[in-house]
Protein backbone atom coordinates (compact mmCIF):
# COMPACT_ATOMS: atom_id res chain seq x y z
CA UNK A 1 0.00 0.00 0.00
CA UNK A 2 2.20 2.99 -1.38
CA UNK A 3 -0.13 5.90 -0.23
CA UNK A 4 -0.39 3.90 3.41
CA UNK A 5 2.82 3.56 3.88
CA UNK A 6 3.54 7.25 2.89
CA UNK A 7 1.48 8.87 5.06
CA UNK A 8 2.44 6.59 8.06
CA UNK A 9 5.93 7.95 7.39
CA UNK A 10 5.01 11.56 7.41
CA UNK A 11 2.81 11.06 9.70
CA UNK A 12 6.26 9.41 11.95
CA UNK A 13 8.44 12.94 11.30
CA UNK A 14 5.86 15.22 12.28
CA UNK A 15 4.55 13.14 15.61
CA UNK A 16 7.48 11.22 16.83
CA UNK A 17 6.84 7.79 17.08
CA UNK A 18 5.70 7.73 20.72
CA UNK A 19 2.06 8.22 19.68
CA UNK A 20 -1.35 6.73 21.06
CA UNK A 21 -3.36 4.40 19.30
CA UNK A 22 -5.75 7.42 17.97
CA UNK A 23 -3.19 8.99 15.75
CA UNK A 24 -2.75 5.52 14.00
CA UNK A 25 -6.40 5.47 13.57
CA UNK A 26 -6.11 9.20 12.19
CA UNK A 27 -3.25 7.98 9.71
CA UNK A 28 -5.54 5.88 8.72
CA UNK A 29 -8.42 8.46 7.66
CA UNK A 30 -5.63 10.70 6.19
CA UNK A 31 -5.22 7.76 3.69
CA UNK A 32 -8.96 7.25 3.52
CA UNK A 33 -9.44 10.73 2.53
CA UNK A 34 -6.40 11.58 0.69
CA UNK A 35 -6.74 8.98 -2.31
CA UNK A 36 -9.41 9.62 -5.06
CA UNK A 37 -12.02 7.05 -6.41
CA UNK A 38 -10.53 6.84 -9.57
CA UNK A 39 -7.08 6.16 -7.65
CA UNK A 40 -8.27 3.31 -5.75
CA UNK A 41 -10.43 1.79 -8.94
CA UNK A 42 -7.16 2.59 -11.03
CA UNK A 43 -4.89 0.26 -8.25
CA UNK A 44 -7.27 -2.64 -8.05
CA UNK A 45 -7.82 -2.74 -11.76
CA UNK A 46 -3.97 -2.79 -12.18
CA UNK A 47 -3.31 -5.66 -9.30
CA UNK A 48 -6.29 -8.08 -10.57
CA UNK A 49 -5.06 -7.26 -14.59
CA UNK A 50 -1.76 -8.36 -13.17
CA UNK A 51 -2.95 -11.90 -12.28
CA UNK A 52 -3.34 -12.93 -16.14
CA UNK A 53 -0.22 -10.76 -17.44
CA UNK A 54 2.54 -11.30 -15.52
CA UNK A 55 0.56 -14.25 -13.46
CA UNK A 56 -0.24 -15.70 -16.66
CA UNK A 57 1.29 -19.82 -17.41
CA UNK A 58 4.42 -19.39 -19.46
CA UNK A 59 4.34 -21.46 -22.26
CA UNK A 60 0.32 -20.72 -22.90
CA UNK A 61 0.10 -17.51 -21.96
CA UNK A 62 -3.13 -18.40 -20.92
CA UNK A 63 -4.75 -17.90 -17.02
CA UNK A 64 -3.61 -20.61 -14.07
CA UNK A 65 -6.15 -22.04 -12.90
CA UNK A 66 -5.38 -20.78 -9.29
CA UNK A 67 -2.47 -18.78 -7.75
CA UNK A 68 -1.16 -19.58 -4.41
CA UNK A 69 0.92 -17.32 -2.33
CA UNK A 70 2.38 -20.29 -0.21
CA UNK A 71 3.01 -21.91 -4.00
CA UNK A 72 1.32 -25.60 -2.64
CA UNK A 73 -1.29 -26.66 -5.15
CA UNK A 74 -3.46 -29.82 -3.83
CA UNK A 75 -6.70 -29.40 -5.80
CA UNK A 76 -5.06 -29.20 -9.45
CA UNK A 77 -1.36 -29.32 -10.73
CA UNK A 78 0.23 -25.30 -11.04
CA UNK A 79 0.54 -25.47 -14.76
CA UNK A 80 -3.69 -26.05 -14.77
CA UNK A 81 -5.25 -22.83 -17.00
CA UNK A 82 -8.57 -22.30 -16.93
CA UNK A 83 -10.74 -22.15 -20.65
CA UNK A 84 -13.66 -19.63 -19.09
CA UNK A 85 -11.35 -17.57 -16.89
CA UNK A 86 -8.68 -17.82 -19.96
CA UNK A 87 -11.47 -15.80 -21.55
CA UNK A 88 -11.86 -13.46 -19.01
CA UNK A 89 -8.19 -12.48 -18.83
CA UNK A 90 -7.98 -11.61 -22.52
CA UNK A 91 -10.43 -9.06 -21.60
CA UNK A 92 -8.72 -7.96 -18.38
CA UNK A 93 -5.28 -7.64 -20.62
CA UNK A 94 -7.36 -5.03 -23.19
CA UNK A 95 -8.40 -3.08 -20.22
CA UNK A 96 -4.50 -3.26 -18.69
CA UNK A 97 -3.95 -1.70 -22.51
CA UNK A 98 -6.55 1.27 -22.41
CA UNK A 99 -5.33 2.20 -18.76
CA UNK A 100 -1.76 2.08 -19.67
CA UNK A 101 -0.46 -0.91 -17.75
CA UNK A 102 0.27 -3.24 -20.78
CA UNK A 103 1.93 -1.75 -24.44
CA UNK A 104 -0.69 -2.32 -27.61
CA UNK A 105 2.25 -4.48 -28.83
CA UNK A 106 3.16 -6.51 -25.84
CA UNK A 107 -0.23 -7.37 -26.17
CA UNK A 108 -0.87 -8.66 -29.47
CA UNK A 109 2.41 -10.74 -29.27
CA UNK A 110 0.48 -11.98 -26.32
CA UNK A 111 -2.82 -12.63 -27.68
CA UNK A 112 -1.19 -14.29 -30.79
CA UNK A 113 0.55 -16.93 -28.20
CA UNK A 114 -2.90 -17.90 -26.64
CA UNK A 115 -4.42 -18.33 -30.03
CA UNK A 116 -1.82 -20.10 -31.82
CA UNK A 117 -2.17 -22.40 -28.38
CA UNK A 118 -5.75 -22.69 -28.64
CA UNK A 119 -5.55 -24.19 -31.89
CA UNK A 120 -3.57 -26.87 -31.01
CA UNK A 121 -5.00 -27.76 -27.68
CA UNK A 122 -7.41 -30.58 -27.19
CA UNK A 123 -10.76 -30.11 -28.21
CA UNK A 124 -14.06 -32.10 -28.49
CA UNK A 125 -16.43 -31.13 -31.31
CA UNK A 126 -14.96 -27.75 -31.48
CA UNK A 127 -15.36 -27.55 -27.72
CA UNK A 128 -12.65 -26.84 -24.88
CA UNK A 129 -12.34 -28.76 -21.77
CA UNK A 130 -12.72 -26.88 -18.37
CA UNK A 131 -9.09 -26.86 -17.84
CA UNK A 132 -6.08 -27.98 -19.98
CA UNK A 133 -2.58 -28.62 -18.66
CA UNK A 134 -0.87 -25.25 -19.60
CA UNK A 135 2.54 -27.03 -21.19
CA UNK A 136 1.33 -29.70 -23.35
CA UNK A 137 -2.48 -28.75 -24.27
CA UNK A 138 -3.93 -31.76 -23.26
CA UNK A 139 -6.80 -32.15 -21.25
CA UNK A 140 -6.45 -31.92 -17.93
CA UNK A 141 -9.77 -33.49 -16.06
CA UNK A 142 -12.37 -31.32 -13.90
CA UNK A 143 -13.94 -34.28 -12.33
CA UNK A 144 -13.80 -38.16 -12.92
CA UNK A 145 -16.50 -37.83 -16.13
CA UNK A 146 -15.58 -34.37 -16.84
CA UNK A 147 -13.08 -34.89 -19.55
CA UNK A 148 -14.06 -33.49 -22.35
CA UNK A 149 -15.67 -30.71 -23.80
CA UNK A 150 -17.04 -28.03 -21.92
CA UNK A 151 -19.48 -25.71 -23.44
CA UNK A 152 -19.77 -23.07 -20.93
CA UNK A 153 -16.54 -22.44 -19.86
CA UNK A 154 -15.64 -22.75 -24.01
CA UNK A 155 -18.53 -19.66 -24.16
CA UNK A 156 -17.17 -17.99 -21.85
CA UNK A 157 -13.72 -18.34 -23.76
CA UNK A 158 -14.99 -17.24 -27.02
CA UNK A 159 -16.82 -13.68 -25.22
CA UNK A 160 -12.98 -12.79 -24.78
CA UNK A 161 -11.65 -13.76 -27.89
CA UNK A 162 -14.79 -11.96 -29.57
CA UNK A 163 -13.66 -8.68 -27.95
CA UNK A 164 -10.42 -9.09 -28.06
CA UNK A 165 -11.06 -9.58 -32.24
CA UNK A 166 -13.12 -5.94 -31.95
CA UNK A 167 -10.41 -4.16 -29.93
CA UNK A 168 -7.59 -5.37 -32.93
CA UNK A 169 -9.32 -4.09 -35.72
CA UNK A 170 -5.96 -2.31 -37.36
CA UNK A 171 -4.88 -2.78 -40.58
CA UNK A 172 -1.62 -4.52 -39.97
CA UNK A 173 -1.02 -7.69 -41.20
CA UNK A 174 -0.26 -9.20 -37.54
CA UNK A 175 -3.86 -7.69 -36.50
CA UNK A 176 -5.53 -9.00 -39.29
CA UNK A 177 -3.73 -12.71 -38.73
CA UNK A 178 -5.01 -12.67 -35.47
CA UNK A 179 -8.59 -11.68 -35.86
CA UNK A 180 -8.59 -14.47 -38.77
CA UNK A 181 -7.50 -17.11 -36.59
CA UNK A 182 -10.35 -16.08 -34.05
CA UNK A 183 -12.60 -16.28 -36.11
CA UNK A 184 -11.46 -19.70 -36.77
CA UNK A 185 -11.78 -21.03 -33.75
CA UNK A 186 -15.33 -19.39 -33.38
CA UNK A 187 -16.26 -21.06 -36.65
CA UNK A 188 -15.23 -24.17 -35.49
CA UNK A 189 -16.93 -24.86 -32.37
CA UNK A 190 -19.94 -26.88 -32.93
CA UNK A 191 -22.56 -25.54 -30.67
CA UNK A 192 -25.16 -26.93 -32.28
CA UNK A 193 -23.95 -30.53 -31.54
CA UNK A 194 -23.80 -29.83 -27.94
CA UNK A 195 -28.01 -30.42 -27.98
CA UNK A 196 -27.47 -33.87 -27.81
CA UNK A 197 -29.00 -35.53 -30.67
CA UNK A 198 -31.00 -32.34 -31.31
CA UNK A 199 -32.86 -32.31 -28.28
CA UNK A 200 -33.95 -28.40 -27.23
CA UNK A 201 -31.90 -27.52 -24.92
CA UNK A 202 -28.30 -27.28 -24.75
CA UNK A 203 -25.83 -29.72 -22.57
CA UNK A 204 -22.73 -28.60 -20.18
CA UNK A 205 -20.15 -31.41 -21.27
CA UNK A 206 -19.23 -34.04 -23.63
CA UNK A 207 -16.62 -36.76 -23.17
CA UNK A 208 -15.03 -39.26 -25.82
CA UNK A 209 -14.47 -41.38 -22.94
CA UNK A 210 -18.06 -41.52 -21.06
CA UNK A 211 -20.49 -39.67 -23.49
CA UNK A 212 -23.46 -38.00 -21.83
CA UNK A 213 -22.80 -39.34 -18.51
CA UNK A 214 -22.49 -35.78 -16.59
CA UNK A 215 -26.15 -35.60 -18.31
CA UNK A 216 -26.53 -31.45 -17.56
CA UNK A 217 -28.95 -29.54 -19.34
CA UNK A 218 -28.15 -26.28 -19.17
CA UNK A 219 -32.02 -24.88 -18.18
CA UNK A 220 -33.31 -22.15 -15.71
CA UNK A 221 -31.48 -18.59 -15.34
CA UNK A 222 -27.65 -19.07 -14.03
CA UNK A 223 -24.07 -17.88 -15.19
CA UNK A 224 -24.76 -19.23 -18.71
CA UNK A 225 -26.91 -17.07 -21.07
CA UNK A 226 -23.86 -15.99 -23.18
CA UNK A 227 -23.64 -19.75 -24.21
CA UNK A 228 -27.10 -19.47 -25.80
CA UNK A 229 -26.50 -16.14 -27.38
CA UNK A 230 -23.03 -17.43 -28.96
CA UNK A 231 -24.92 -20.65 -30.13
CA UNK A 232 -27.22 -18.94 -32.08
CA UNK A 233 -24.74 -16.28 -32.86
CA UNK A 234 -22.33 -19.08 -34.80
CA UNK A 235 -22.50 -18.56 -38.41
CA UNK A 236 -21.56 -22.16 -38.88
CA UNK A 237 -23.02 -24.46 -36.34
CA UNK A 238 -26.25 -22.16 -35.00
CA UNK A 239 -29.17 -23.36 -32.38
CA UNK A 240 -32.60 -23.17 -33.15
CA UNK A 241 -34.16 -20.22 -31.80
CA UNK A 242 -36.43 -23.64 -30.04
CA UNK A 243 -33.32 -24.49 -28.24
CA UNK A 244 -33.13 -21.61 -26.28
CA UNK A 245 -36.97 -20.85 -25.35
CA UNK A 246 -37.75 -24.83 -24.83
CA UNK A 247 -34.52 -25.40 -23.05
CA UNK A 248 -32.86 -22.59 -21.28
CA UNK A 249 -36.24 -20.55 -20.83
CA UNK A 250 -38.73 -24.24 -20.01
CA UNK A 251 -41.39 -22.59 -22.23
CA UNK A 252 -41.79 -19.70 -20.21
CA UNK A 253 -41.40 -21.35 -17.07
CA UNK A 254 -37.66 -19.44 -16.24
CA UNK A 255 -40.41 -16.04 -15.84
CA UNK A 256 -40.67 -15.37 -12.07
CA UNK A 257 -43.50 -12.81 -10.11
CA UNK A 258 -41.63 -13.26 -7.04
CA UNK A 259 -39.78 -10.41 -4.73
CA UNK A 260 -36.65 -10.91 -2.49
CA UNK A 261 -36.14 -8.17 -0.16
CA UNK A 262 -38.70 -5.51 -2.05
CA UNK A 263 -36.56 -6.22 -5.44
CA UNK A 264 -38.24 -8.21 -8.40
CA UNK A 265 -36.44 -11.59 -8.97
CA UNK A 266 -37.62 -11.57 -12.66
CA UNK A 267 -36.27 -14.65 -13.86
CA UNK A 268 -36.18 -18.31 -11.43
CA UNK A 269 -32.81 -18.76 -10.73
CA UNK A 270 -32.38 -22.25 -10.39
CA UNK A 271 -34.41 -25.27 -12.06
CA UNK A 272 -33.98 -27.98 -9.76
CA UNK A 273 -34.05 -25.41 -6.45
CA UNK A 274 -36.58 -23.62 -4.74
CA UNK A 275 -33.32 -20.60 -3.64
CA UNK A 276 -34.81 -17.39 -4.81
CA UNK A 277 -31.56 -15.72 -5.96
CA UNK A 278 -27.70 -17.37 -6.88
CA UNK A 279 -24.60 -16.47 -6.53
CA UNK A 280 -23.71 -12.72 -7.46
CA UNK A 281 -21.25 -14.15 -10.30
CA UNK A 282 -24.58 -14.80 -12.07
CA UNK A 283 -24.56 -11.00 -12.48
CA UNK A 284 -21.39 -11.19 -13.95
CA UNK A 285 -20.08 -13.60 -16.19
CA UNK A 286 -22.35 -13.27 -19.16
CA UNK A 287 -22.69 -10.02 -18.94
CA UNK A 288 -18.69 -9.25 -19.37
CA UNK A 289 -19.35 -8.19 -22.77
CA UNK A 290 -22.76 -8.49 -23.13
CA UNK A 291 -24.30 -5.34 -22.18
CA UNK A 292 -27.55 -5.65 -19.89
CA UNK A 293 -28.70 -1.70 -19.74
CA UNK A 294 -30.73 -1.68 -22.76
CA UNK A 295 -30.71 -5.74 -23.42
CA UNK A 296 -34.85 -7.31 -22.94
CA UNK A 297 -36.43 -10.35 -24.55
CA UNK A 298 -39.75 -12.03 -23.68
CA UNK A 299 -38.79 -13.02 -20.84
CA UNK A 300 -36.64 -10.31 -19.11
CA UNK A 301 -34.98 -6.63 -18.93
CA UNK A 302 -31.57 -7.87 -17.82
CA UNK A 303 -30.33 -4.55 -16.37
CA UNK A 304 -33.50 -5.23 -13.66
CA UNK A 305 -32.38 -8.75 -13.62
CA UNK A 306 -28.89 -8.36 -12.56
CA UNK A 307 -29.07 -5.11 -10.68
CA UNK A 308 -32.04 -6.30 -8.65
CA UNK A 309 -29.67 -9.79 -7.52
CA UNK A 310 -26.78 -7.18 -6.88
CA UNK A 311 -29.21 -4.88 -4.60
CA UNK A 312 -30.46 -8.34 -3.20
CA UNK A 313 -27.03 -9.21 -1.69
CA UNK A 314 -26.61 -6.08 -0.36
CA UNK A 315 -29.69 -5.86 1.46
CA UNK A 316 -28.84 -9.17 2.90
CA UNK A 317 -25.94 -8.36 4.20
CA UNK A 318 -26.95 -5.27 5.67
CA UNK A 319 -30.15 -7.30 7.12
CA UNK A 320 -27.62 -10.03 8.16
CA UNK A 321 -30.11 -12.29 9.34
CA UNK A 322 -27.54 -14.75 10.91
CA UNK A 323 -25.44 -12.24 12.80
CA UNK A 324 -22.58 -12.85 10.97
CA UNK A 325 -19.71 -10.32 11.89
CA UNK A 326 -18.73 -7.60 9.62
CA UNK A 327 -21.78 -8.07 7.36
CA UNK A 328 -23.36 -4.18 6.47
CA UNK A 329 -23.16 -1.13 3.91
CA UNK A 330 -19.45 -1.67 3.27
CA UNK A 331 -18.82 -5.98 3.91
CA UNK A 332 -21.43 -7.60 1.51
CA UNK A 333 -21.73 -10.05 -1.36
CA UNK A 334 -21.85 -13.66 -1.63
CA UNK A 335 -20.39 -16.01 -4.51
CA UNK A 336 -18.56 -19.36 -5.38
CA UNK A 337 -15.05 -18.91 -4.41
CA UNK A 338 -12.84 -20.44 -1.96
CA UNK A 339 -14.45 -21.33 1.87
CA UNK A 340 -14.09 -22.72 5.32
CA UNK A 341 -14.60 -25.57 4.25
CA UNK A 342 -12.71 -26.12 0.75
CA UNK A 343 -14.93 -24.12 -2.15
CA UNK A 344 -18.48 -23.26 -1.85
CA UNK A 345 -21.49 -21.49 -3.62
CA UNK A 346 -22.16 -18.72 -1.11
CA UNK A 347 -25.35 -16.79 -1.52
CA UNK A 348 -28.22 -15.98 0.59
CA UNK A 349 -30.18 -18.73 2.18
CA UNK A 350 -26.68 -20.66 1.80
CA UNK A 351 -24.12 -18.01 3.90
CA UNK A 352 -21.74 -19.56 5.73
CA UNK A 353 -20.07 -15.83 7.04
CA UNK A 354 -17.80 -16.21 4.10
CA UNK A 355 -17.47 -12.69 2.24
CA UNK A 356 -15.94 -12.69 -1.38
CA UNK A 357 -14.37 -9.68 -2.67
CA UNK A 358 -15.32 -10.38 -6.67
CA UNK A 359 -19.16 -10.69 -5.66
CA UNK A 360 -19.00 -6.64 -4.61
CA UNK A 361 -16.18 -5.30 -6.59
CA UNK A 362 -17.25 -6.99 -9.98
CA UNK A 363 -21.14 -5.12 -9.20
CA UNK A 364 -19.71 -1.75 -9.87
CA UNK A 365 -22.12 -1.48 -12.60
CA UNK A 366 -25.16 -2.14 -10.43
CA UNK A 367 -24.04 -0.70 -7.15
CA UNK A 368 -21.68 2.02 -7.32
CA UNK A 369 -21.69 3.41 -4.26
CA UNK A 370 -22.19 0.27 -2.13
CA UNK A 371 -19.51 -1.44 -4.55
CA UNK A 372 -17.12 1.56 -3.85
CA UNK A 373 -17.82 1.31 0.15
CA UNK A 374 -16.59 -2.47 -0.18
CA UNK A 375 -13.54 -0.91 -2.17
CA UNK A 376 -12.65 1.50 0.42
CA UNK A 377 -13.42 -0.92 3.77
CA UNK A 378 -10.75 -3.53 2.53
CA UNK A 379 -8.38 -1.32 1.25
CA UNK A 380 -8.48 1.24 3.99
CA UNK A 381 -9.17 -0.82 6.87
CA UNK A 382 -8.45 -4.36 6.04
CA UNK A 383 -5.03 -4.30 3.58
CA UNK A 384 -3.80 -7.79 5.16
CA UNK A 385 -6.55 -9.43 2.71
CA UNK A 386 -4.72 -7.56 0.12
CA UNK A 387 -1.93 -9.08 -2.08
CA UNK A 388 -0.03 -8.94 -5.27
CA UNK A 389 -2.89 -9.87 -7.28
CA UNK A 390 -5.51 -7.44 -5.44
CA UNK A 391 -8.28 -8.88 -2.98
CA UNK A 392 -7.22 -12.42 -1.70
CA UNK A 393 -10.16 -14.55 -3.14
CA UNK A 394 -12.41 -15.12 0.18
CA UNK A 395 -12.42 -14.40 4.16
CA UNK A 396 -14.70 -14.57 6.77
CA UNK A 397 -13.88 -12.19 10.06
CA UNK A 398 -16.78 -14.46 11.32
CA UNK A 399 -14.77 -17.42 11.28
CA UNK A 400 -11.48 -15.37 11.76
CA UNK A 401 -10.40 -16.75 8.64
CA UNK A 402 -8.62 -16.02 5.14
CA UNK A 403 -6.51 -17.45 2.28
CA UNK A 404 -3.95 -16.24 0.50
CA UNK A 405 -4.97 -17.69 -2.87
CA UNK A 406 -6.67 -16.60 -6.22
CA UNK A 407 -8.74 -18.07 -8.41
CA UNK A 408 -8.66 -16.89 -12.01
CA UNK A 409 -12.41 -16.63 -12.34
CA UNK A 410 -13.08 -14.59 -9.91
CA UNK A 411 -10.20 -11.83 -10.20
CA UNK A 412 -11.00 -11.83 -13.49
CA UNK A 413 -14.22 -10.05 -13.58
CA UNK A 414 -13.32 -7.44 -11.36
CA UNK A 415 -11.54 -5.44 -13.28
CA UNK A 416 -13.50 -5.68 -16.56
CA UNK A 417 -16.68 -4.76 -14.47
CA UNK A 418 -14.93 -1.60 -13.19
CA UNK A 419 -14.07 -0.63 -16.40
CA UNK A 420 -17.63 -0.82 -17.83
CA UNK A 421 -18.61 0.64 -14.87
CA UNK A 422 -16.10 3.72 -15.81
CA UNK A 423 -16.32 3.69 -19.42
CA UNK A 424 -18.45 0.97 -21.07
CA UNK A 425 -15.15 -0.29 -22.73
CA UNK A 426 -16.07 -4.49 -22.87
CA UNK A 427 -19.50 -4.11 -23.66
CA UNK A 428 -19.25 -1.73 -26.47
CA UNK A 429 -16.65 -4.20 -28.25
CA UNK A 430 -18.59 -7.15 -27.66
CA UNK A 431 -21.79 -5.69 -28.61
CA UNK A 432 -20.30 -4.61 -32.08
CA UNK A 433 -19.56 -7.77 -33.39
CA UNK A 434 -21.80 -8.90 -36.40
CA UNK A 435 -22.21 -12.09 -35.21
CA UNK A 436 -22.62 -11.14 -31.41
CA UNK A 437 -25.89 -9.02 -33.19
CA UNK A 438 -27.25 -11.83 -35.34
CA UNK A 439 -27.52 -14.48 -32.79
CA UNK A 440 -29.04 -11.25 -30.73
CA UNK A 441 -31.73 -10.90 -33.48
CA UNK A 442 -32.09 -14.45 -33.84
CA UNK A 443 -33.13 -15.23 -30.30
CA UNK A 444 -35.58 -12.14 -30.18
CA UNK A 445 -33.78 -9.44 -28.24
CA UNK A 446 -33.49 -5.84 -28.62
CA UNK A 447 -30.09 -4.36 -27.36
Given at each position: MRNFLLISILSLALFGCNKQKEETTTDIVVEDTLISDDALLDRIQEQTINYFWEGAESNSGLALERIHMDNVYLESPKTTVTTGGSGFGLMAILVGIERG??????ALLRFQKIVDFLDKADRFHGAWPHWINGETGKVQPFSEKDNGGDLVETAFLIQGLLTVSEYFDGNTVQEKELVSKIDNLYRTVEWDWYTKNGEDVLYWHWSPEYGWDMNLPVKGYNECLIMYVLAAAS??????????????????????????????????????????VGP????????????PRNLSDQYANYWTLTQNQAKIHYKYAVDNPLNFKGYGEDLWGLTSSYSIDGYHGHRPGDDLGVISPTAALSSFPYTPKESMNVLRNIYMNHDNLVGKYGPYDAFSFENNWYIEKYLAIDQGPIPIMIENHRTGLLWRLFMKNSDVQNGLDALGFTY
Open positions: FISREAPTHPIKKSVYEQGWAKNGAIVSNKTYYDENIVLNYFYNDTDLLFWAHYSYLGLD
